[in-house]
């Protein structure tokens, strides 16, 4: 499943993809926090991992639904560290400069 955030307005071009209950296993896109660049041959920058619950129907509020701030500097997610319950807590990453 994947989850995006275009609230980065001051970054145009770029969305932020949350991803957990992969039906694939550990495809390459799984389980992590990356930064898309909407365009033809556009870049996919991984930015974390969220360790969420491994099931295939995890824990609604353990799921990472990042969240970017305006200036793209902020990316929010929840993450239940891979006990599979209620126990989700916050995350912070700080997003390092990029064009």
């Not at 307005?9 to 992969?22: E, F």
Request: aromatic residues 14%.
């Amino acid at each position: 499943s994947i989850h995006v955030s275009g609230k980065g307005y001051n970054k145009p071009g770029w969305v932020v993809a949350s991803t957990y209950s992969c039906k694939e296993g550990e495809a390459w896109s799984c389980h992590k926090i990356m930064a898309v660049e909407l365009k033809n041959n556009g870049r996919v920058l991984n930015l974390a991992h969220t360790y969420n619950c491994r099931q295939l129907y995890g824990i609604y509020w353990s799921e990472p639904h990042a969240a970017v701030n305006r200036d793209f500097t902020r990316i929010y997610f929840n993450s239940d560290a891979g006990v599979c319950d209620e126990r989700a807590e916050v995350y912070l990453v700080d997003v390092p400069s990029f064009s």
